[in-house]
């Protein structure tokens, strides 16, 4: 059941910058991510155990790090939903997200999107090339799995994801792994 789509602009922000950042710019995209976490606070259905961890989503530490970037984090979010079988066939209907897999669990899906001028990977000029923003896994429990590999994708997928499905699906599960602490095990 695997197809193609044909592709629509249809980017979702995700927390960046551009260019180099003055201090001034700096304390304005801390700003907008402050704002970002009220928005999804306000939004966001979870159980109130999981209030750290969605806070924590938007603690990103940008000193550092060269403009337009942020820190990698696995991170992965599971959220309980109603119907698995129309998750299913909202979801088919993105035109950025396209089916990777289908097993007895439930269907695999990846979100990508045009890479951004003057990316680094050498990919990016390929005509067609796209860059995986994400992975999106919906189970046939009723549950659906986030993946992305920092916490800006994260929130720009799980926003993705309720205006989507609706602001009734629920998180369940919040996780976020630094690649460096992998390494200190």
Do not use: C
Not at 3 to 28: D, F, H, M, V, Y
Not at 145 to 155: C, P, R, V
Request: aromatic share 8%.
């Amino acid at each position: 059941m695997l197809k193609k789509k044909n592709r629509k602009n249809t980017e979702k922000p995700a927390i960046s910058t551009e260019g180099s950042l003055s201090k001034t710019q700096a304390n304005s995209v801390q700003k907008r991510i402050s704002q970002e976490k009220e928005r999804m606070l306000s939004i966001l259905n979870f159980d109130e155990s999981l209030r750290e961890k969605v806070e924590d989503m938007f603690n990103i530490n940008l000193d550092g790090l060269p403009a337009g970037k942020e820190p990698m984090f696995f991170t992965n979010a599971v959220f309980k939903i109603s119907d698995a079988k129309l998750a299913i066939t909202k979801v088919e209907k993105l035109p950025d997200v396209d089916v990777t897999d289908e097993d007895k669990h439930g269907v695999h899906y990846t979100w990508t999107r045009k890479y951004p001028k003057g990316h680094w990977n050498p990919m990016s000029s390929t005509p067609g090339a796209r860059q995986i923003i994400g992975d999106i896994q919906i189970n046939y429990d009723n549950t659906i799995k986030l993946e992305t590999k920092s916490k800006g994708f994260m929130t720009g997928l799980i926003y993705y994801m309720i205006s989507t499905l609706g602001k009734d699906i629920k998180l369940i599960n919040l996780e976020f792994e630094n690649p460096l602490d992998m390494f200190r095990k």
